[in-house]
Each structure stands twice: as structure tokens, then as C-alpha cells.
T-cell receptor, first 116, second 114 residues
Framework: AQKVTQAQTEISVVEKEDVTLDCVYE???????LFWYKQPPSGELVFLIR??????QNEISGRYSWNFQKSTSSFNFTITASQVVDSAVYFC?????????????FGQGTELSVKP | ETGVTQTPRHLVMGMTNKKSLKCEQH?????MYWYKQSAKKPLELMFV???????ENNSVPSRFSPECPNSSHLFLHLHTLQPEDSALYLC?????????????FGPGTRLLVL
């Protein structure tokens, strides 16, 4: 069965600090997809990144970077030089199994608070 | 408008009321989803429609009734709800009902059942 674990429930940092959000997943599929979403206080989930299981290359987008390691089943997300606007709940998600179409399995989310 | 829109944004209803949530996507997608997000719980998938046909129903109580009249619109009809149904209801869409597709979410409807 698929499962996503975000062990950090809440993280609080001061502006300009770097912060890493952890995501560990479980799946028996050889082909799968991982996602990160951001949910600001307004409620909407904002898509950040999608990664397929065959692409272990790390990705950087501005202050955001993602580290995908199949060996440890992790897909961690780092924010460099955090800003107050980064305050939100961040969700990691895993695509469902072979016969589950577009079903997503979400982690519990990590609430990030960036203080000025 | 662009993206996924939802109305109303906030809704308060009594347990005997009937109301409907509306979702509209302007992305040309063929799959639409309803999720429930309760406090301290992960997102729960409720229903999925692909090409206007329901393809997923995650054991949702019958007091929630979805409707997908076309690929751009999705409704969630509510009747005789319980206080524990209070939550944020999120709509999403994706290009197709395939696992590699990215789902794009609307802003949600915050529902309070009294």
C-alpha cells in the first residue's frame, strides 16, 4: 500500500534561515510520481513540483530545491533564505498504484511559520 | 477567469438544509475531483469524474451527492449534514485521470454545519 509520511508537524524559523521539509514515502510500484503542494492560509493548494520515479536529478527553482533519493524513499524540500510569505502548510503527495488512476496519497502536511 | 474556481467560499448551514457547492475549471481538463480537508487530517479524496463519468467514490455517505454536467463543472449537493462534516472542501482538476497528471486545486469552500 502507498503511504506518505511528513514527520514534521510544525516548523518555526526566523526569516532568512534555510529550512528543509521532510517527506518519506512507501510504494511497491516501480513507476510513480511525487508532488509537493503549498497551502497558504487562504486555503488553495498551490502546485510546486512533480517528479517521476525515473528522474532522480535534484531540482532548483529560485529559493526552492528538492532532493529526491530513491534509496531512502525520500523527497525532501528545502527553502533557502526563507521569507514570511513562505509561511504555509506544505504537503507531499504520491501517485496511487497501477490501477488507481490519478488518485493522490497525501502526507499529513508540515506547517511552516517564518517569523520576521 | 483562469484556473479552478469554487463558490461559495464560505457556507454555514443547519443540519436540515440543502445546499450545493460549485466548482468550475477553465483549464480544458477532463478529470475533476472533490476532496475533504478536516482539521488535523490529511486530504481525503471523495469523488472523481473523468469525462463526466464518476470513476471513484471513496465510501462517501449518501448525504453528499456529486454531479458533473460537463467537463468544466462539478457540483457537490449537500443534504442533512452532520456537524462532523464541517471542513474545507476542495475541488481539483487534471488533464486526464492518469497518475502522472498534476492536479490543480481551487480555493475551497469552508463549510460549517451547525
Amino acid at each position: 500500500a502507498q503511504k506518505v509520511t511528513q514527520a514534521q508537524t510544525e516548523i518555526s524559523v526566523v526569516e532568512k534561515e534555510d529550512v528543509t521539509l521532510d517527506c518519506v514515502y512507501e510504494t511497491r510500484d516501480t513507476t510513480y510520481y511525487l508532488f509537493w503542494y503549498k497551502q497558504p492560509p487562504s486555503g488553495e493548494l498551490v502546485f510546486l513540483i512533480r517528479r517521476n520515479s525515473f528522474d532522480e536529478q535534484n531540482e532548483i527553482s529560485g529559493r526552492y530545491s528538492w532532493n529526491f533519493q530513491k534509496s531512502t524513499s525520500s523527497f525532501n524540500f528545502t527553502i533557502t533564505a526563507s521569507q514570511v510569505v513562505d509561511s504555509a502548510v506544505y504537503f507531499c503527495a504520491l501517485s496511487g498504484g497501477d490501477n488507481q488512476g490519478g488518485k493522490l496519497i497525501f502526507g499529513q502536511g508540515t506547517e511552516l511559520s517564518v517569523k520576521p | 477567469e483562469t484556473g479552478v474556481t469554487q463558490t461559495p467560499r464560505h457556507l454555514v448551514m443547519g443540519m436540515t438544509n440543502k445546499k450545493s457547492l460549485k466548482c468550475e475549471q477553465h483549464l480544458g481538463h477532463n478529470a475533476m475531483y472533490w476532496y475533504k480537508q478536516s482539521a488535523k487530517k490529511p486530504l481525503e479524496l471523495m469523488f472523481v469524474y473523468s469525462l463526466e463519468e464518476r470513476v471513484e467514490n471513496n465510501s462517501v455517505p449518501s448525504r453528499f451527492s456529486p454531479e458533473c454536467p460537463n467537463s468544466s463543472h462539478l457540483f457537490l449537493h449537500l443534504h442533512t449534514l452532520q456537524p462532523e462534516d464541517s471542513a474545507l472542501y476542495l475541488c481539483a482538476s487534471s488533464r486526464t485521470w492518469r497518475r502522472q497528471e498534476t492536479q490543480y486545486f481551487g480555493p475551497g469552500t469552508r463549510l460549517l454545519v451547525l
